[in-house]
């Protein structure tokens, strides 16, 4: 049943009240324009972390018949903090320095943008305010377009000078050959410069609506208070109509992929692989994630004992993504040490772990660590924030994280190997090899006197 707040404003009405593990409560609420609150409030400083999350990413723009692109989602994260008329730049972030707002900031994935700070709980209400301001009165003029386009691009520039990220780019192109994950979430430059002051607008106007839209605050807050300064703030904005995207069938790999880049800031070889997995709604990610733990997490992680101890690797690990779902591994060795020697030994891990569960004491450990790693997140309020409006993004389900965390104590070590077995095979995957620029050979074996386990 809807209640009335105010003339001329939107109502709301409360959609659940749930008790997670540790006996906290986390209360839902929505507008009757769309706009959803997720509130768990915590008492024990006068703190709060604040964050609104828009279902858009690059996945979005890229599927959108009206825009065909991808980067404008994250050249309008830029945007967003360009000015009001009533805030022009850079009032938005002077004020909310002066408010003492620590951790500000905004990200864009695939699948999402979200924007967020931690504030004294005093301050809510003027950060409301201003957040609510930029979402409905943003001024996209061409001036500051256009710097912000230079400000990306510099941005992409310094993101092609990363071996990283290109290998990640170059592994997702690979690995995905009609979904939209193909291309990167940052678009390239011939893409940022040419988008259009009434692409910004369309993008605006359609995605940062408020039936798109989650504000999601942990902290010193009542919830009864949040929604009445939601409904004074955001209660007018109208609903937007959102296009109707529908994701490509992306076809089953049927055969292992490969491909080998040189970049000039490469020092030594990075090796990065993609195994196509289930999304994270799908049981089947529940093993998937704590053989990340055993492969990953801790000194006793079979990839640090096998690649870094040995002096293989600077560095190793293998886990699951989602959208997209792959599980990756990324190893980046040591100078002298070849992709191939990493190849080697972690697909005689993954055959042990196909052939026999791991053992009990391993498996104890991986769970042991993995409640360690959820205690750790939901005990600050910014990262509890983050850990609900992933999972909400992602799956539809902010309670998804904790759903899968239950379901570790019914999961055996028996389930990690089928899992393994099922996913982790060579046909299923994509490898990306980046190597220093200046190498134009290369040993296919280790260097003499020196074995690879």
């Known amino acids: 049943m809807f209640v009335m707040q105010m003339a001329m404003a939107s109502s709301f009405e409360k959609v659940s009240e749930k008790i997670i593990f540790n006996g906290e409560k986390i209360f839902e609420y929505r507008l009757s324009n769309g706009l959803r609150i997720l509130v768990l409030p915590r008492h024990q400083a006068k703190v709060l972390s604040y964050g609104i999350w828009f279902k858009v990413g690059s996945v979005d723009e890229k599927l959108d018949p009206k825009l065909k692109k991808t980067g404008l989602a994250h050249l309008f994260e830029h945007m967003m903090f360009r000015g009001t008329t009533k805030y022009p730049d850079p009032m938005f972030t002077e004020l909310t320095s002066r408010m003492g707002a ?47 386009k230079g400000a990306v691009v510099g941005e992409l520039r310094r993101h092609l000078d990363n071996p990283g990220s290109v290998a990640h780019d170059e592994l997702m192109a690979l690995a995905f050959e009609k979904a939209p994950f193909h291309w990167n979430v940052i678009g390239s430059e011939d893409e940022i410069r040419g988008f259009t002051l009434d692409e910004a607008n369309y993008f605006y106007r359609t995605f940062y609506a408020p039936n798109n839209a989650t504000i999601i605050a942990v902290g010193d807050i009542e919830p009864e208070k949040l929604v009445k300064l939601t409904v004074k703030y955001y209660g007018s904005m109208p609903a937007q109509e959102l296009p109707t995207i529908a994701m490509p069938v992306e076809p089953e790999q049927e055969k292992e992929r490969r491909k080998e880049v040189r970049h000039p800031q490469a020092t030594s070889e990075l090796l990065m692989m993609a195994y196509r997995i289930p999304p994270i709604t799908s049981d089947e990610v529940v093993p998937l994630s704590l053989l990340s733990t055993h492969l990953s997490t801790g000194m006793e992680a079979r990839l640090r004992k096998l690649l870094v101890d040995t002096g293989i690797a600077v560095s190793a690990s293998g886990g699951p993504s989602s959208q997209p779902d792959v599980y990756l591994f990324s190893v980046r060795l040591t100078e002298n040490r070849h992709a191939d020697q990493a190849l080697r030994v972690i697909d005689k891990e993954l055959g042990s772990l196909q052939k026999a569960p791991i053992s009990k004491e391993a498996f104890e450990r991986a769970l042991n660590q993995e409640l360690l790693s959820l205690y750790s997140d939901i005990s600050e309020n910014a990262s509890l924030g983050s850990f609900l409006g992933e999972n909400l993004m992602l799956s539809g389900n902010y309670l998804r994280g904790f759903e899968i965390i239950e379901s570790y104590r019914k999961t055996t070590s028996l389930d990690i190997q089928k899992a393994a077995a099922k996913y982790l095979r060579p046909e299923n995957r994509s490898i990306v090899v980046v190597k220093p620029q200046g190498k134009t050979k290369r040993a296919s074996q280790p260097p003499k006197g020196d074995k690879a386990p």
């Open 102 to 148: 620590e951790g500000q900031n905004a990200t864009t994935y695939y699948y999402r943008t979200n924007y967020f700070e931690s504030i004294p709980s005093v301050e809510l209400e003027k950060l409301m305010e201003l957040e609510s301001d930029r979402m409905r009165n943003l001024k996209i003029i061409k001036e500051g377009f256009e710097k912000e």
